[in-house]
């Protein structure tokens, strides 16, 4: 992970509905996993596709995890 993955507010959770429950938990982990999936499929774009999108090799992350702002 980068820095950039803590730089920006979780956009639907909060402090008070974080996983606090084993479903809860498995929740998070499987959102993390399709996550990676599509950090995974950006980055095996090539740079020319990036920029037809606004993206840059460094930002593949934050905008999987932020989207567009």
């Not at 999936?37 to 992350?61: K, S, T, V």
């Amino acid at each position: 992970m980068s820095a950039l993955s803590n730089t920006c507010p979780e956009t639907y959770e909060t402090a008070a509905t974080r996983p606090s429950g084993l479903k809860d938990l498995f929740s998070a982990v499987m959102r993390e996993i399709r996550l990676r999936r599509a950090m995974r499929e950006m980055a095996a774009l090539d740079d020319a596709m990036l920029q037809d999108i606004g993206l840059g090799p460094g930002g593949i992350e934050d905008a999987v995890r932020c989207g567009r702002r």
